[in-house]
């Protein structure tokens, strides 16, 4: 472990670092000046006259005098037959302007001390020595000599200048090679159109990010320029496969549930399957022990939503649902209308699209009719005006509207003996609508509205919830904690059916039920009444005159009581404010659906949780007791990752530092080893070599560095050198096996995660416009097509394969949801079996970084 440093070590250090960040800007821009000047002499060397690329008596150069290729790489060939990849401004100038001897189009070797101090590369080339026969990998795009007298052989162009023309031909080599920070993002029309790895928009595509350079690509995110080496066995682009995988994704499994901030979300159908919802998915689970468990349990989802679902309502036939969802934006920034959607539970088909248009913002609350048979659907939008209207069910057409309240409308409900009354509760009121249907032509409708009043009684500052007796009178849960017994009065009793007058209700009774407010009510099938509370996480079961019968309390961690469903017999579903989804009944509790993803240790005795001060947790699979808690630094942790063979653990942090600690064969004790020091923003993601040895790294700044761990946590500066090193694992969002994920113009935060099967075929991606991607692996061409899954309501923020690659499991943002998929081969078999040739990772289980 590291000592503590002494007393002025940590501003020292401090000073230092904002040194090194000051000399890296400087740095940058001495690289924008240099290519600047690049930029200029290319203007001036377009002036000069044209000459012919080799004189018609001069023999041309023999295979000797070109440098030899190292094993796995092309050879050096000449301009006219050189494999291009986008072809730059630059590269169509080669084959009618010489251009300064010995210039080299792309990077140079990185040999030596060619690199940046932050360990990424210079972009403005190596060695200042140049021609033919200057060392340095071959595939690099080379100028021909200029023609050259035959009586005078040279070995390079060099040896003919003078020695006060030297330092000027220097300075113009090692501008023009840094002149590529500005060629290389030319328009598709200065490339005569042979882009090849443009996408097939056209030319109208802003993508010039892509480029190849014989033995690298470069792209471009928010300016900065990221050089990806290729592996010496991909000799050119066109032979990696193309197109999308064979492979697909089928949602098998979604975890979690809504309920911090939604009401109207738990209900039981006629089937006993359990509906509710998460981002923009509704789920409808049959109990039974999990996927693939006892008893017949298992889920399936109403996809229809294009965004976030926020309310449900079940007809009184337990088979239809209408569920609403908010408004949103797409990809593009253009918005998604919220809706409304009737479906059959049973057929998981839509049967009307209801309000399309009408609604803003989202819809809030929404239920059915009940006297008549679910023939009419109340909707309450979260406009300002919190707009209440009526629908048709069979035509989906508006019968009546009206602006309902500038407060919160947290609640809507018909009255079970007559549709012609609505209530609606929200921030500090109780409404009673009657609205008449106007002949059932759409529009004529009105509806007419009669406050409650509290007299006597504290007026709450929320009423959250009600419910509807088989008598005619209500039942309010509020902010008090108390539920109010509202009744028709007496002058009022005796008005009939639809369009009569007003009708008035009046509090007749009062209980204090809970200490805070109430947040849900259920009417169960014997006639008692529960209520579920928030502060003290009581549900209590009311007999007649609300004499409390039974009660229960909902553990502390799984949060307050958000709705209650009666499912089959005497079992009772339960929401939390913590998003949990609790079963059992008043006499024996309650227990979750839990759900654990994190990174296991090869042996699969331990498992390593990051928190987001800097401290991280070993705990044991069996017995899920803590059998290390250490802490570094007072950062949150990013990543944390097993080496496959499970003697390293490494921990990124938002401190820019990857911690490496040494880990015993079982995995419970952990030693400092060292820290890899070298990046200039946080750590992002993380993956170790097939051998255990060393690690490739991304970081918020979008940086690509390797560490040799097992030779001191060394960073490597030459990146070449690791083009070739095999990864037990790609969860790397930039490198050159994965560039070819990222979207047109994207600015760098377009890709959250991304991880590659064990079996090395497919890649999948979680973006930042709540898609889940599928490519084929390895995904180095620019734009690759890929197929696309929905679902999620937020960004995505992890996918990862499970050990076996049966399945993928992707982690939502502010849905706070799990997903998890199926992955079917072609087609729709099971997955496809892991490749004998690659070495598939060790792990029981995969990690996912949230």
């Keep these: 472990m590291d000592g503590a440093g002494g007393p002025g070590e940590g501003p020292a250090q401090e000073a230092l670092q904002s040194l090194s960040r000051r000399l890296q800007v400087q740095e940058k821009e001495m690289e924008l000046v240099k290519a600047a000047l690049a930029e200029a002499l290319r203007l001036l060397r377009l002036q000069a006259p044209p000459t012919s690329l080799q004189d018609p008596g001069t023999p041309g150069p023999t295979r000797d005098s070109s440098p030899a290729a190292p094993p796995g790489l092309p050879p050096t060939r000449s301009p006219s037959s050189v494999s291009r990849g986008t072809q730059t401004e630059t590269e169509v100038e080669t084959e009618s302007s010489p251009g300064p001897p010995g210039l080299i189009n792309g990077p140079a070797a990185p040999h030596g001390g060619g690199e940046e101090p932050g360990g990424t590369q210079s972009e403005g080339g190596g060695s200042s020595s140049s021609g033919t026969g200057s060392p340095g990998p071959p595939g690099l795009l080379r100028l021909v000599q200029p023609p050259q007298r035959t009586d005078t052989p040279r070995r390079n162009s060099s040896s003919s200048s003078s020695p006060s023309e030297r330092p000027r031909q220097k300075l113009s080599r090692k501008a023009a090679s840094s002149a590529n920070l500005l060629l290389r993002s030319g328009s598709t029309e200065s ?21 190849l350079e014989g033995i690298s690509v470069k792209m471009f995110l928010r300016g900065r320029p990221i050089t990806m080496y290729i592996p010496s066995g991909i000799r050119s682009l066109e032979e990696l496969p193309s197109g999308p995988p064979p492979e697909t994704l089928s949602l098998d499994w979604v975890y979690g549930y809504r309920g911090r901030d939604s009401r109207s979300n738990l209900f039981v159908l006629r089937s006993g399957e359990v509906v509710y919802f998460i981002a923009c998915v509704v789920v409808l689970y049959r109990p039974g022990g999990g996927p693939g468990g006892p008893g017949g349990g298992g889920q399936r989802h109403y996809r229809g939503h294009t965004d976030c679902v926020r309310c449900l309502a079940v007809h009184p036939d337990g088979v239809r649902v209408a569920s609403g969802q908010t408004a949103g934006v797409d990809k593009d920034g253009k918005p998604l209308q919220p809706v409304v959607h009737v479906w059959d539970s049973e057929t998981l088909l839509k049967l009307q699209e209801i309000g399309l248009g009408a609604f803003e913002r989202g819809v809030g609350a929404l239920a059915f009719s009940v006297a008549d048979l679910g023939a009419f659907l109340c909707v309450v939008d979260d406009s300002n005006e919190h707009m209440l209207s009526v629908w048709d069910c069979s035509r989906g057409t508006k019968l009546a509207e009206i602006k309902s309240t500038n407060d919160s409308v947290l609640a809507v409900g ?250 015993s064969s079982d995995g419970a004790k952990s030693s400092r080893f060292g820290r890899c020091v070298g990046h200039s923003s946080f750590i992002t993601h993380l993956d170790w070599s097939k051998d255990g040895n060393f690690i490739m790294s991304n970081s918020g700044d979008y940086e690509i560095l390797y560490w040799d761990v097992a030779g001191g946590c060394k960073l490597l500066r030459n990146r070449y050198e690791s083009r070739d090193r095999e990864w037990a694992t790609y969860t790397c969002v930039l490198g050159f096996h994965v560039y070819g994920v990222w979207p047109d113009g994207s600015d760098g935060t377009d890709i959250n995660s991304l991880c590659r099967s064990h079996n090395e075929r497919v890649v999948a991606v979680a973006d930042d416009f709540c898609k889940v991607h599928l490519f084929q692996y390895p995904c180095a061409r620019a734009k690759a097509p890929s197929l696309v899954y929905g679902g999620h309501g937020s960004h995505v923020t992890s996918v990862r394969f499970t050990h076996d690659d049966s399945h993928l499991v992707s982690l939502g943002g502010k849905d706070a949801s799990i997903f998890q998929w199926r992955v079917l081969g072609p087609g729709g078999a099971g997955p496809a079996p892991a490749t004998p040739s690659r070495t598939p990772s060790l792990s029981p289980a995969s990690s996912l970084d949230v």
């Design 414 to 663: 018909f009255n079970p003996r007559d549709s012609s009354c609505i209530v609606t509760s929200g921030k500090s009121h109780v409404h009673f609508w009657n609205w008449s249907g106007g002949a059932g032509v759409p529009g004529n409708g009105t509806l007419t509205r009669k406050q409650g009043v509290f007299g006597k009684y504290k007026k709450p500052k929320f009423i959250p919830c009600f419910v509807l007796l088989p008598d005619g009178d209500i039942l309010t849960g509020d902010s008090e904690g108390n539920i109010l017994t509202w009744g028709r009065s007496l002058s009022d009793s005796r008005t009939p059916g639809r369009g009569g007058a007003k009708e008035t209700y009046g509090i007749v009774a009062q209980a204090h039920a809970h200490e805070g407010s109430i947040f849900a009510l259920c009417l169960r099938r014997d006639g008692t009444v529960l209520s579920g509370g928030g502060r003290d996480r009581r549900l209590v079961q009311w007999g007649p005159g609300l004499v409390a019968l039974q009660e229960a309390e909902i553990p502390e961690h799984f949060g307050a009581v958000r709705a209650i469903a009666e499912g089959l017999g005497a079992e009772l579903l339960v929401g939390t404010t913590k998003n949990a989804l609790l079963r059992g009944d008043l006499d024996q509790g309650f227990s979750p659906e839990t759900g654990l993803c994190a990174d296991f240790h090869p042996s699969g005795a331990v498992v390593a949780v990051g928190l987001n001060t800097g401290r991280w947790l070993v705990l044991d699979t069996e017995t899920r007791e803590i059998v290390s808690d250490i802490t570094d630094g007072n950062e949150q942790l990013s990543v944390v990752r097993y080496s496959p063979d499970g003697l390293y653990l490494a921990i990124g942090s938002h401190d820019n530092m990857i911690y490496i600690y040494s880990v």
């Design 191 to 211: 490339r005569g159109g042979k882009d090849a790895l443009s996408s097939p928009g056209g030319p109208g595509s802003r993508r010039s990010n892509y480029n």
